[in-house]
């Protein structure tokens, strides 16, 4: 493997992930989310980023972690890949770091499933093993387009609410 940039982060109860930071386009506080009805419940809701509508999706709801605790430290990491403008809320950041190709191995193929197809990679990171996930893979294109057709319907309620 070739050496990555990862941005580590936490979910809950400190599980940290991690994510090749060229799929990251920024890093922003959890605010002002206009929540929106009838959308999957991993879904928190749209946030306005320098006009741009910007859908947010809970991560720890997604990955089957339960509700996060949101505190002072909860970011929202805005995604630079081919699944539009997604965020995705995590509990906080912790670091970002230059980690060498000979410390990011395969996945063991006994972890695979169709319940994790998001994962990537795995990273020895000091004592820790951390897995690598691939945003553009969070969500199926089914399941995406599906979502994305309910935000652009929600859209107009939240460009009429501003």
């Not at 994962?119 to 994305?148: P, T």
């Amino acid at each position: 493997m070739k050496d990555m940039q990862v941005l580590f982060f936490n979910l809950n109860d400190n599980q940290v992930f991690g994510v090749d930071a060229m799929q990251i386009k920024e890093i922003i506080s959890y605010d002002d989310i206009y929540k929106m009805e009838d959308i999957p419940e991993f879904t928190e809701g749209i946030v306005n980023i320098r006009g741009t509508d910007t859908l947010v999706v809970s991560m720890n709801k997604k990955l089957g972690f339960g509700e996060e605790k949101i505190t002072e430290k909860t970011k929202i990491i805005i995604g630079n890949g081919g699944n539009g403008n997604l965020g995705f809320v995590v509990n906080d950041v912790r670091e970002v770091l230059n980690i060498g190709g000979q410390n990011i191995k395969a996945l063991p193929k006994i972890v695979l499933n169709s319940s994790n197809s998001y994962l990537d990679f795995i990273c020895i990171k000091g004592e820790e093993l951390v897995y690598i996930i691939n945003l553009d893979k969070i969500m199926d294109s089914n399941e995406l387009n599906d979502l994305l057709a309910k935000y652009q319907n929600k859209g107009a309620e939240f460009e009429n609410a501003q």
